[in-house]
């Protein structure tokens, strides 16, 4: 069975940092591309950050700079590194695992439950 648990949310001032982790199990983790996603109250989750299976990061523009992803396969586990928070970073944080598979048109994919992460003025 795929499980991935996000932990590492709390609140934190701003301009504080948080490290979230996901660790993941039941897939050959090295072989998923992850990434990191976010919804806020009140709106559509969106995809913050994301890492291939070899190492290409990807970033969206209001975290460039502020935010690293990063991920070690041997304890198969992928980090989001949060610095310099501001209360628009307040939303539920989701990590997401997907592989493209021959037998399949859709790609594997499966998602954690979220960790809160919440930024005060």
């Known amino acids: 069975q795929v499980q991935l648990v996000e932990s590492g949310g709390d609140l934190v001032q701003l301009g504080g940092s948080l490290r979230l982790s996901c660790a993941t199990s039941?897939?050959?983790?090295?072989?998923?591309?992850m990434s990191w996603h976010r919804q806020a109250p009140g709106k559509e989750r969106e995809l913050v950050a994301s890492i291939t299976s070899g190492g290409k990061t990807d970033y969206i523009d209001s975290v460039k700079g502020r935010f690293t992803i990063s991920r070690d396969n041997a304890k198969d586990t992928v980090f989001l590194q949060m610095n310099s928070l501001n209360p628009e970073d307040t939303a539920i944080y989701y990590c997401?695992?997907?592989?493209?598979?021959?037998?399949?048109?859709?790609?594997?994919?499966?998602w954690g439950q979220g960790t809160q992460v919440t930024v005060s003025p």
């Open positions: 039941g897939l050959r983790f090295p072989l998923y591309d």
């Open positions: 997401k695992a997907e592989r493209l598979v021959s037998w399949r048109t859709e790609p594997l994919n499966f």
